[in-house]
């Protein structure tokens, strides 16, 4: 009966694991769409990166994810919160400027 412990425990890890892998896939993937999207002029006019250092960060980001890093390497971490960067602090930028400031904020 001792022996089932590690067996749950590894199973229980590979069920987390996944949630954090799907969980970082969207997150990149919805980031990297909505760049893709969005003018070039504004990135610069809201004070951050041009849109093609955030298309490369978050591609290679996305690449390295998909490549088997996984979501718990750190290249898995810094592809979560390059994506979680610009979705709660880019993108609500560039909507801003583009209702003309009048955010939820």
Do not use: N
């Not at 004070?47 to 298309?55: A, D, E, R, S």
């Amino acid at each position: 009966m001792a022996y089932a412990a590690p067996i749950f425990f590894l199973h229980v890890r590979d069920v987390i694991e996944l949630i954090l892998l799907v969980f970082a896939l969207i997150v990149q993937g919805v980031a990297l769409v909505h760049a893709i999207t969005q003018r070039s002029d504004a990135f610069p006019a809201i004070g951050t990166l041009p849109k093609g250092g955030w298309i490369a960060i978050l591609a290679v980001c996305l690449v390295l994810t998909l490549l088997g890093f996984g979501p718990i390497s750190l290249f898995g971490l810094v592809g979560i919160a390059a994506g979680l960067i610009y979705l709660l602090d880019v993108r609500v930028g560039l909507r801003d400027l583009s209702d003309g400031g009048r955010g939820s904020w």
